[in-house]
């Protein structure tokens, strides 16, 4: 299940909606090869509000957590976001920051994915330095979120 099919579920968006902001994320990769996650584009235009993505982080990452088709690391990652998602922010990382740094996770695991699938001679490096950066953010999520 991806990220919008969660809105869809939870009646935050409609089909229509998100095949709109698929073709803003489309157009943005190709103009500036940089793929906004779709969230932050339907929550940047106003179609959902800070709670529903919120909520729908929420759901995403439960279902990552249990999908047994993912990789391990995808899986334990989803747990830790969940888990400092859910954690109270008075005197801690705020809501925003904790995304901030799961989209980050998220974007160096889509790299790993990407780099696993390619032909490059270096690519084993790289994806060892991806999983060591993955692996420092998931510890400050776990000390500071």
């Known amino acids: 299940m991806r990220f919008g099919e969660v809105l869809i579920e939870l009646g935050f968006i409609d089909k229509q909606k998100l095949d709109v902001a698929l073709q803003e994320q489309e157009y943005t990769l190709k103009t ?9 584009i339907l929550l940047r235009n106003g179609v959902i509000n800070e709670k529903e993505h919120y909520q729908a ?22 747990k830790i ?3 400092a998602l859910r954690r109270d922010t008075k005197g801690r990382m705020s809501h925003v920051s904790k995304i901030a740094l799961i989209n980050k996770i998220q974007e160096n695991e889509e790299k790993i994915l990407q ?3 390619s032909r490059l001679q270096k690519k084993n490096n790289l994806i060892k330095h991806l999983k060591l950066d993955i692996e420092k953010i998931k510890k400050d999520l776990e000390n500071f979120a």
């Open 32 to 40: 500036v090869s940089f793929a906004e996650p779709i969230g932050l």
């Open 57 to 78: 982080v929420l759901k995403y990452f439960e279902y990552l957590s249990k999908n047994k088709s993912r990789p391990a690391y995808i899986r334990s990652t989803a």
């Open 115 to 117: 780099l696993q699938k």
């Open 81 to 83: 976001a969940l888990k």
